[in-house]
């Protein structure tokens, strides 16, 4: 849920940055448009992070809440999430491996 969230922020912010004002404006071609970018910069930020395009840069801003931050927030929420996951399945294998020696 957090991470629906964060990336609700990650849409808003970034359709204030582009010019379009709130998300609750927006028509829904609009929306899915800011929501397909969004997508595009969560799954590639840290690649774009390093990045020395001046177009790419300017997507992002320095203030403490800004593009960047919600982005390294929404990853770190999706990595928490992988190794609740991966803790889940070894458990999952380590419950069949000692039904196994039985």
Known sequence: MRRFAKFDEVCAHLASKLGH????????ELR?????????LTDNWSELELSDD????????VPAHGLQ???AEHHE????IMDIQDTAIQREL???EEGDAD
């Not at 004002?21 to 829904?28: D, E, F, N, V």
């Not at 899915?32 to 595009?40: H, W």
């Not at 001046?54 to 801003?61: T, V």
């Open 21 to 28: 004002g709130g998300l609750a404006t927006l028509s829904a």
């Open 32 to 40: 899915a448009q800011i929501s397909e970018e969004a997508e595009d």
């Open 54 to 61: 001046p177009k790419e840069l300017d997507k992002f801003d």
């Open 69 to 71: 931050t919600l982005l």
């Open 77 to 80: 929420l999706g990595e928490r």
């Open 94 to 96: 380590g419950d069949e």
